[in-house]
């Protein structure tokens, strides 16, 4: 009987440690999506934002295309520089 109370408490402590690595991976990358967001939100423009809020109000999903008046350059620069600052 304490050969298996012995196995199952090695094996709980494998998988806690297993968790304990995936919760701070997950929290890496949620500060890290949080950081992305800060910028791409100083990025926007203020008719973006607004677009953006009332597509989360209608449940419709995010378009895909840059509303007029807009580039995609903008958000270049945005990714490629969180990298380096991160």
């Known amino acids: 009987m304490d050969l298996v109370k012995s196995h199952l408490m090695y094996a709980v402590r494998?998988?806690?440690e297993?968790?304990?690595e995936q919760i701070k991976e997950?929290?890496?990358?949620?500060s890290q999506l949080e950081?992305?967001?800060?910028?791409?939100k100083t990025l926007a423009s203020p008719e973006?934002?607004?677009q953006f809020q009332a597509q989360l109000q209608t449940g419709s999903p995010p378009a895909t295309t840059p509303p007029q008046g807009t580039t995609q350059p903008p958000a270049q620069p945005a990714s490629q520089g969180?990298?380096?600052t991160a």
């Open 18 to 20: 297993v968790l304990k």
């Open 82 to 84: 969180s990298g380096p």
């Open 14 to 16: 494998e998988e806690v």
């Open 48 to 50: 973006q934002l607004a």
């Open 26 to 30: 997950l929290i890496e990358k949620n």
């Open 35 to 40: 950081q992305e967001n800060n910028l791409l």
